[in-house]
């Protein structure tokens, strides 16, 4: 029997004898980091295109009550919703110009910001009106034709602008 506790002790001593030291890599947290953020990124891409409204991009219709005919409106994509704007609507002597960028803020809103530059013979003998700033335009027929919210022009008479989508 005391040989055997002798044999225990002994074999308890080597195997709980110190081994070497272990070496862990040392880990690099910037590259964590950037990891981490690349996924986020991946991620909040996915959401911001999920949330995107309809594309508005290209060549459009624009139509002024007082301004016979049809013009063209070119949207041109500048970031997520949000565009370029130039057109305009001339038939002889009465016009309307529009030029700015355009967002959109819901399915039923178009957030204008620029000059709406327009002269119609009947509006004060055809003294050209410019409006600068933020104007609203909405839809009530699921994004097809966008009209001009804030009408009343600096003559008082209210505007019937429209942008028809295609």
């Known amino acids: 029997m005391k040989k055997l506790i ?10 709980c004898k110190k081994s070497e030291k272990t070496v862990t890599p040392k880990i690099d947290s910037v590259k964590i980091i950037d990891s981490i953020n690349a996924v986020r990124t991946k ?3 996915s959401i911001l295109s999920s949330r995107a409204y309809k594309d508005l991009s290209g ?15 070119t949207f041109t994509k500048i970031g997520q919703d949000e565009y370029k704007v130039k057109g305009s609507n001339a038939v002889g ?9 355009a967002r959109m803020t819901s ?6 910001d620029g000059t709406i530059t ?8 055809g003294k050209l009106d410019v409006r600068k700033g933020k104007r609203n335009f909405s839809t009530k027929d699921g994004g097809k ?22």
């Open 6 to 15: 002798a044999v225990i002790v002994l074999l308890s001593i080597v195997s």
């Open 43 to 45: 991620i909040n891409d």
């Open 59 to 73: 060549t459009h219709i624009l139509t002024h009550d007082m301004v016979e005919g049809k013009g063209e409106i």
């Open 93 to 101: 002597k009465n016009f309307v110009d529009i030029e700015g960028t």
């Open 107 to 112: 399915p039923k809103n178009l957030k204008f």
């Open 118 to 125: 327009q002269s119609i013979l009947d509006y004060d003998n």
């Open 145 to 166: 034709t966008f009209k001009l919210h804030e009408s009343v022009n600096n003559a008082g008479f209210g505007d019937k602008i429209i942008i028809k989508i295609q």
